[in-house]
């Protein structure tokens, strides 16, 4: 038995960790059968010290000592007076099998920053104060190693800027780490080179409340003399441009009511370098950095960016630039957030899309298809005189001349002003360029002022692709069946979760970029199959606690760039995931990391609801089954009275985890009185028409209905008495006996796994293949390689994740892969038996490792190849019809499974079974 891997909850990178203790968690492989019988972590700030544990003068930061338990996740680590600042720590972890024979894991580090520190001070607490103020001032002088000590600079502007310090070492640094931060957006760089692979750093957040910090290990690139450091800074979010030079913002759109954070683009970074012989230095931002306004004149995170690359000022992030021009950098006051660290996976650039076709529609436009819609950073190489004038277009549709189209005549503007403008310096080469600052969703794209040819008077492009712009989060899963059309779904499927991903998870990266917070809970179950999204959850759960209004309501988007007015201010179903996502990250993560922290917001959350409550419990105020016929409003009291029955059950359970016991008990009570009004107003059962019970909806007060979508969030909240479980699953499968979709976005989740736990693939099919919409097979049909923002064939906007909830099914119900116990400590595999499905393979890395599947199968046995991880234990249904011989063969060995009536139980190993 090995460690595979480790980490700690809640963070992607561990550069720069802020708190004072941590949890974590490892995965364990092996060839054979192996169990866990204990674990020791250890942690120190002394390498050599971690290597020689065993020594009798070893000193831990912390150590849990030999603890007899399988534990692998959410294992507390809170060292006494928590962690230094600044300060680089090792860890590992030792496990014992069941036979006593200790495995050590590889030796993890993480760096802190300043754990008890939020707030860089103002220049002036780093100058002289007058002996008069001394006294006033002197707590910031205090504990001054455990202190920030850069401050914000820029040049008072709010256009894109260049800064930069060169500065001389007599000896290379043993360590060298970065804490930097810039706003809206920045680019560090070190001696020329880019200091990660990030884009768009930092994380967007309410600046007001927290900014984000980044950690850079710089080790690689320091040296001996002469070095740079060098930062690129563009508005982003926190100065968004507005509708300066006629281009497009969308919070400016209809009301105006987005209002800048901050006018004034502010950076800050400290430089920390450490050397063999134990000695600290510290370089930090201050006026003596050099700054100039950027050849970026316009960075607008809407895809429009203006770049000259006359002014580009060649090699200024090197050694040996002459900056005797530039200016020094003015301290600035900065936002009023408070400091936290970038704890969700960066947003990066992914797959290469090259152009599938070119076209031109008149002289001087050129239009590329790039094959694909996704979110994108475009790159551009083109040669030409000195002045040109290139301008880039964007869109997910395109007219039949390939040039760019917005189908949705209120956002003509996508058409006319999202555009990028750049002008060439004329060097004789190719010259290139890419967004510094702003990214879009597209399939095409369109040029003008430009050739591909020599000869025609215009600068000739030289090349063109694309990156998918995305989240850094570990991809985990994949799956393929053998029909071309589900496999084309699923790829439909994950390119639209894969474009919406980013410090945040938005429903469409072109026309809004909102954080709208439905998606979050909604998709949480398909994302989770194919995405790490730990980290990224934990910071929306910050921004939800930052977004929460003195009411205690939790707005529909976090961060909240604009006032939305009523129910797109006010639903439950969006605000909800306050109390929905720390559930979430204990079932698919096994992790509490948040729950300490979100526990008061969704406690001040449910206080506001319960004012909102209508006969005794209901609630039925919000924007019901968004989606459906576009925006109807209809399901209200079951959907949203639902979503507050699993809210209270969840702020239960984390008042019991907190040992919060009493209050524990209050929102039980208060959750039972819940359900027993929705089951008093909604639950029909003297209905002589019909031979089952069902749930009706309040859209038309009196009348009675049977909808799909109401009998499945009774069913999946399990908000069903006992007794009337299996006549709902009867009024459900009558209520979608003609196969057909009628739901939105919240209604479609709850039908897909009803259909599972039915075991009803078939159903799913059928609905997902009409030939009119509802339809997503319409979608492909019609050329499209993502989904749209409604059941409509054309739509403002394209590369939406709304429907992606039947990506859940893909895994849950095709693959088969469904967690029970917490992080899929025990799982079940319930293949689609007796479907249309005859081989499907795949694998989801869950928490404890790969849970890898072959299914194949024929009209005389089913043939199933299952890899279990250490750690977990695995449910097989056993197939109705295939159950006169089971042979189970693990590691070339038969063994003889546990076996209930039901499914096989198989703990870690490579199996293969055998059904006839």
């Known amino acids: ?141 205090e504990d001054f190693e455990n202190k920030w000590k850069a401050v914000w600079i820029g040049n008072g502007g709010d256009k894109p800027l260049y800064l930069r310090r060169g500065f001389s070492l007599a000896r290379k640094p043993s360590k060298a780490i970065a804490l930097a931060s810039g706003l809206g957006h920045f680019d560090l760089h070190v001696n020329g080179q880019p200091a990660s692979d990030h884009v768009i750093d930092p994380g967007w957040s309410n600046y007001h409340r927290t900014v984000q910090y980044v950690g850079y290990d710089l080790t690689a690139h320091m040296t001996a003399g002469e070095n740079v450091l060098a930062a690129h800074l563009g508005n982003g979010f926190y100065a968004g441009s507005g509708t300066e030079e006629d281009r497009f913002f969308w ?47 316009l960075a607008n995170i809407y895809a429009s960016e203006t770049h000259d690359k006359r002014l580009y000022p060649t090699s200024w992030t090197s050694t040996g630039f002459d900056e005797s021009e530039w200016t020094f950098a003015k301290p600035l006051t900065g936002p009023r957030g408070l400091l936290r660290y970038q704890n969700q996976p960066p947003v990066v650039l992914h797959d290469k899309l090259e152009p599938k076709l070119i076209s031109s529609s008149r ?8 094959g694909q819609n996704a979110s994108i950073m475009l790159h551009l190489s083109v040669e030409g005189p000195a002045g040109s004038e290139i301008i880039v277009r964007y869109s997910e549709t395109a007219n039949a001349d390939g040039t760019v189209l917005m189908p949705d005549p209120l956002f003509k503007d996508f058409e006319t002003k999202v555009y990028s ?77 894969s474009s919406n991903i980013f410090s945040y998870h938005t429903d469409c990266p072109q026309i809004e970029k909102f954080g709208w917070l439905e998606v979050t809970h909604l998709l949480a179950p398909a994302s989770q199959y194919i995405f790490g999204m730990e980290a990224l959850y934990t910071k929306i759960i910050y921004d939800m606690i930052d977004a929460q209004e003195p009411s205690g309501l939790v707005p529909t988007m976090a961060p909240e760039i604009r006032y939305m007015c009523g129910p797109l201010h006010d639903t439950i179903s969006w605000g909800g995931a306050v109390c929905l996502l720390p559930e979430l990250l204990v079932k698919y ?157 919240l209604g479609l989740k709850c039908i897909f796994e009803t259909l599972v736990d039915l075991h009803r693939p078939d159903i799913v099919l059928a609905m997902a293949r009409q030939e009119e919409h509802p339809s997503y097979m319409r979608f492909l049909r019609r050329g499209e390689t993502t989904f749209l923002e409604f059941w409509q064939d054309e739509c403002r906007s394209k590369s939406h994740d709304l429907f992606c909830t039947i990506h859940e099914w893909f895994y849950a119900g095709i693959l088969g892969i469904r967690p029970d116990e917490d992080a899929y400590k025990t799982f079940r595999i319930e293949p689609p038996y007796d479907s249309e499905f005859k081989d499907v393979e795949g694998h989801v890395n869950c928490p404890y490792g790969k849970i890898q599947v072959k299914f194949s199968q024929t009209d005389e046995s089913v043939a199933l190849s299952l890899s279990v991880p250490i750690g977990t234990q695995a ?42």
Not at 897 to 911: F, R
């Open 1 to 141: 038995m090995k460690v595979a891997s480790c980490g700690i909850h809640g963070f992607h990178e561990t550069i720069g960790l802020d708190v004072d203790e941590i949890r974590v968690f490892w995965v364990l492989e092996s060839a054979e059968f192996a169990e866990q019988n204990a674990y020791r972590v250890v942690i120190s700030d002394s390498e050599q010290g971690i290597a020689a544990e065993i020594a009798s003068d070893f000193h831990a930061a912390f150590d849990s000592g030999r603890v007899w338990t399988d534990q692998q996740r959410n294992v507390l680590c809170r060292p006494s007076g928590g962690f230094r600042s600044t300060c680089t720590y090792y860890w590992r972890v030792t496990v014992w099998d069941r036979n006593d024979v200790a495995t050590h894991s590889e030796v993890q580090t993480f760096f802190t920053a300043y754990p008890r520190s939020q707030l860089l001070p103002p220049y002036s607490m780093n100058q002289k104060y007058m002996p008069h103020s001394s006294l006033i001032f002197r707590t910031w002088f």
């Open 251 to 297: 919070p400016m759109y209809e009301d105006n009511t987005y209002v800048r954070y901050g006018n004034e683009l502010c950076f800050f970074a400290e430089l920390h370098l450490f050397y063999d012989d134990g000695t600290h230095d510290i370089i930090h931002t201050d006026p003596s950095w050099k700054v100039r306004k950027s050849a970026t004149t």
């Open 363 to 370: 002289p001087g436009v050129v239009c590329f298809d790039l």
């Open 421 to 497: 403008k750049i002008y060439l310096a004329g060097t004789g080469a190719p010259e290139d360029w890419r967004p510094d600052f702003s990214f879009t969703a597209a399939r095409y794209i369109q040029l003008e002022g430009v050739a591909m040819e020599e000869g025609q008077g215009l600068p000739v492009v030289r090349s063109l692709y694309a990156r998918h712009i995305s989240s850094a989060s570990t991809r985990v899963g994949s799956m393929k069946t053998d029909k071309d059309d589900v496999n084309a779904l699923i790829k439909a499927s994950h390119w639209s979760l």
């Open 589 to 745: 993560y096994g992790s509490t990391w948040v729950i300490p922290q979100v526990y008061p917001a969704a406690v001040r959350y449910m206080d506001y609801m319960k004012t909102k409550e209508r006969l005794g419990g209901l609630i039925e105020h919000g924007l019901g089954d968004w989606g459906r016929d576009i925006a109807w409003g209809n399901l209200q009291a079951n959907i949203e009275s639902a979503y507050y029955y699993k809210c209270l059950q969840n702020t239960a359970m984390m008042a019991k985890h907190l040992g919060h016991i009493s209050e524990a008990e209050k929102y039980g009570t208060w959750a039972a009185r819940v359900l027993e009004v929705y089951n008093r107003e909604l639950l029909v059962t003297d209905d002589e028409n019909v031979p089952y019970v069902y749930y009706t909806s309040r859209d038309n007060i009196g009348q009675r209905d049977c909808q799909a979508v109401a009998q499945a969030y009774a069913l999946q909240s399990n908000m069903v008495p006992m007794q009337h479980i299996a006549s709902v699953q009867r009024a459900f499968l009558a209520s979608v006996s003609d196969n057909r979709i009628r739901s939105g976005e």
């Open 875 to 916: 449910s097989i249904l056993i197939p109705e019809n295939f159950k006169t011989s089971i042979d189970v063969v693990r590691s070339d060995m038969a063994v003889t499974p546990v076996t209930s009536e039901q499914y096989l139980v198989l703990k870690n190993g490579s199996y293969s079974i055998m059904f006839r």
